[in-house]
Each structure stands twice: as C-alpha cells, then as structure tokens.
C-alpha cells in the first residue's frame, strides 16, 4: 500500500490527535467526577492532562523511534506556543482576569521548573535520573494540588459546569480508551508525516517540531482556552496553559527521558542556547503581565502574538539554506530594538500596577 504525502499525514494526524484529546478530556474528567475528585483538581491536573496527551504521545513515540530531536522540540515549541498565542489569542478576545492563586503560587513553579530543565539540558542531554526527578516532581505537585484544592473557596469550579461532565462508569471508560486509540494513531501519523517532512524540506527535526508539530499538538489547549475566555471562564483559560505546561516538562519530558534509558535524551545544543532560554523568558514575562491590574488586557495579548510572529520568522530564516546573514541581522535588530522596547513595556505595566494599589490604599484610608 502506497504512503500518504507528508504533508496529508501531518493533517490527519493533527485531527485525529484533536479528536482523541476530546474524547480523553471528556472521558478523565467523567472518571475523576465518579471517584470523587475536587473539581479544582481536575482543572488543573486531569484537564491539563487530556490537553496536554497529544504532545505526551507525539514525544513519547519519537523517543520510542530514536528521534529524540523531535521529541524535546516538541515539548520546548508546546510550551513557547501555549503562552505566547493559546493565552495571547485568549486575551486578544476578552481581557483576562488573573487569579492570584497564580501569581502566588502556580507561576512561579512554572518559572522554577523550567529553569531546571533548561539547567539538565544545559549538558547536551537529559538523563534518566533527571528523568526520575520530574516525575517526582508532578506526583509531588499533584499532591500538594488535592491537599490544597479547599483552601480558597471561591476557587471552585461551579455546580453547574461539575453536572456537565458526569456520566456513568461505562461511557466515561469508552471515551476514555477511543481517545487513547486516537491518540496513539494520530501521534503515529504525525511523527511519520513530520519526519518524511524534515528529511524533504532539508531542515532538522528540530525546526519541524519547535513549530509545525509544537502547533498541531497545542490545538486542543488554543481550542480549550479560546472557547473558555470566549464564555468569560478566564480562570480556566489561563490555568490551562499553565497546568498544560507544567505537565509537558515535568510527565512528557520526565516520561521520554526515563524512556531513553542509559544514553538519556538527546537535546540539540541550538535548543539549549536558543528554544530554551526563549521559553523560560516567555514564563518569566507572564509574571509582569499577570500583575498588570491582574488582569491580561487586549493589548497585551496582541503583544504575545506579536511575540510568537518574531520568533516564527527567526525560526523560519535559520531552516533556510544560505539565510546565516540574514537570520543574525534579524537577531540583531531584535536584540536592538525589539527586546528593550518590551522591557520597557513591562516595567511600565509593574510601576502602573504599583501606582494603582497605591491610588486604592489611599482611598481606602480616606
């Protein structure tokens, strides 16, 4: 039987990985109703989970192939793409309100985590134990998150959204093993389809997966959020993208090392100098932006896009044959120009920000 063009492989894939995290999310969230799950819990862990299982199999069977490139590309790109356009695109519909849980708290581990992965992967590779780390890592988390899940009531999900999601023990176990199937099947498509694209493209595994499989594998967390701030559940929208990318580095990225066994999991040196430090400064700068008046306006998610456009290009112009001249003049223009206008930009966010709390002290004194 002949193959399909890489290019119909990579969008069936994309649709069958869709279909499959529906189908999971739907099927995890019946399941942890049933046994009596906290419904924040299940916001932050579970949904964030079905959301983030096209990347965990897409990963998880690139290393399983040996190409290890695609699979931590994959995981860098997710990451980068979810803040910059899932909460972006998020924000450009309807200004965002920040909880302070996350300021607090989820952002900051966030920050920490991937400043620890960027440390592991300064080697040139992730080791098993590194590996064993991050999984411990997110069964730690998980149980700090159920622990912790009744300390802030006004944190609970409605009633209301908790009815929608149940169902009997049956369908929730249907959905829950179709959406496996699909997931498996459509991050075999994928992975196929992206490596026959790399090889016909002329370009490394890691360009592929830092955007083209990096934006298939995050549709389920655009759709997510978009749809969540579109019917004003920011606090869902936003804590998609944060739980999505805590999943990605601390399962996805844990899971593919322990996988790789004794040789660890390969990291290309341009991702370590590149990919990585550009997504723990795109965590870093949610930080600013969550401050704002918590709240993520319009104009700060256009920026986000804005953001992700740069990065499109630089990547684009470094896959392009004989584009080494043009592609560091764009680095340094952006470096030059784009980079201190934006610092400049956040700073004035936190002083605007601090002025504010100030002006409200001051009338509440009064």
């Known amino acids: 039987m002949p193959s399909l063009p890489s290019s119909v492989e ?10 499959g995290g529906e189908l999971f999310v739907a099927g995890s969230v019946a399941l942890s109703l049933l046994l009596g799950i906290p419904q924040l819990v299940i916001g932050l862990t579970v949904v964030s989970l079905g959301t983030s299982a096209p990347e965990l199999f897409v990963s998880l069977i690139s290393t399983l192939r040996g190409d290890a490139d695609l699979a931590v590309s994959n995981v860098v790109g997710s990451n980068i793409f979810n803040i910059l356009v899932v909460l972006g695109a998020s924000a ?3 200004p965002l309100r920040v909880r302070s849980r996350l300021v607090r708290r989820d952002v900051p581990l966030l920050l920490g985590i991937s400043m620890a992965v960027w440390g592991m992967a300064s080697a ?28 802030d009531p006004s944190e609970a999900e409605a009633e209301d959204d908790i009815e929608e999601g149940r169902a009997t023990p049956l369908v929730a176990a249907l959905k829950l093993a179709a959406g496996l199937l699909l997931l498996v099947l459509g991050s075999q498509l994928l992975v196929k ?77 341009v991702m370590v100098s590149r990919d990585l430090p550009i997504m723990v400064a795109t965590t870093l700068a949610c930080l600013p932006i969550f401050w704002s008046n ?23 112009l470094s896959a392009t044959a004989g584009g080494e001249i043009v ?3 764009y680095r340094f223009v952006v470096l030059v120009a784009v980079l201190p206008l934006l610092m400049v930009f956040l700073v004035w966010q936190v002083l605007r920000w601090k002025q504010q709390r100030k002006l409200l002290a001051v009338q509440g004194g009064e």
């Not at 990096?214 to 944060?242: F, H, K, Q, W």
């Not at 306006?297 to 990547?315: A, C, N």
Request: net charge negative.
């Open 193 to 269: 389809g992206a490596t026959t694209a790399a090889v016909a493209l002329g370009v490394s595994q890691t360009v592929i997966g830092l955007t083209i499989v990096a934006a298939g594998t995050s549709m389920p967390e655009l759709v997510t959020s978009v749809v969540a701030a579109y019917r004003g559940r920011a606090d869902l929208a936003i804590g998609n993208v944060v739980g999505s990318n805590l999943l990605n580095q601390v399962l996805i990225l844990g899971l593919c090392a322990v996988a790789s066994g004794g040789k660890g999991l390969a990291v290309d040196p």
């Open 294 to 316: 918590g709240t993520i306006s319009r104009l700060e998610g256009w920026l986000l896009l804005g953001l992700y456009g740069l990065y499109l290009v630089e990547q684009v």
């Open 92 to 94: 450009a519909i309807v």
């Open 124 to 151: 040139g590779r992730v080791t098993w134990q590194a590996g064993v780390a991050l999984l411990f890592a997110m069964v730690a988390n998980v149980v700090w998150e159920m622990r912790t899940a009744s300390e």
């Open 10 to 19: 990579i969008i069936l894939g994309i649709l069958v990985l869709f279909g």
């Open 327 to 329: 592609d560091n003049t």
